[in-house]
């Protein structure tokens, strides 16, 4: 299985942007799936989770309310749209992928991160 995060980019603060994740090699409907991200000097933090099981989100204290976490199915991919931005959201966006849960110690599949810089 493959994850390719894609949609990074520079944006200013307050503005918005969508990441996408796609899974390829394997259909991942019955996995649970989210967004992790690592900020420079900082350690990879949970941002976002979408589980299998009645497509339960679950969010970040500092990303409630700006950021949503959806799957599209039929195109093995999930997405996190990411609204109202902040400088503090400067960081390597990962997406994940397990079987089980999102435990970051036994993720079985990582995408390769993309950067989301946003400027003050």
């Known amino acids: 299985v493959q994850l390719q995060a894609s949609g990074g980019g520079l944006v200013q603060a307050g503005g918005s942007l969508r990441l996408s994740c796609t899974a390829s090699?394997?259909?991942?409907?019955?996995?649970?799936m989210g967004w992790f991200r690592q900020a420079p000097g900082k350690q990879r933090e949970f941002v976002a989770a979408?589980?299998?099981?009645?497509?339960?989100?679950y969010y970040a204290d500092s990303v409630k309310g700006r950021f949503t976490v959806s799957r599209d199915y039929a195109k093995n991919t999930m997405y996190l749209q990411m609204n109202s931005l902040k400088p503090e959201d400067t960081a390597v966006y990962y997406c994940?992928?397990?079987?089980?849960?999102?435990?970051?110690?036994?993720?079985?599949?990582w995408g390769q991160g993309t950067l989301v810089t946003v400027s003050s």
């Open positions: 090699g394997r259909t991942l409907s019955s996995y649970a």
């Open positions: 994940a992928a397990d079987p089980e849960a999102l435990v970051p110690s036994a993720i079985d599949y």
């Open positions: 979408i589980y299998r099981s009645g497509g339960n989100q």
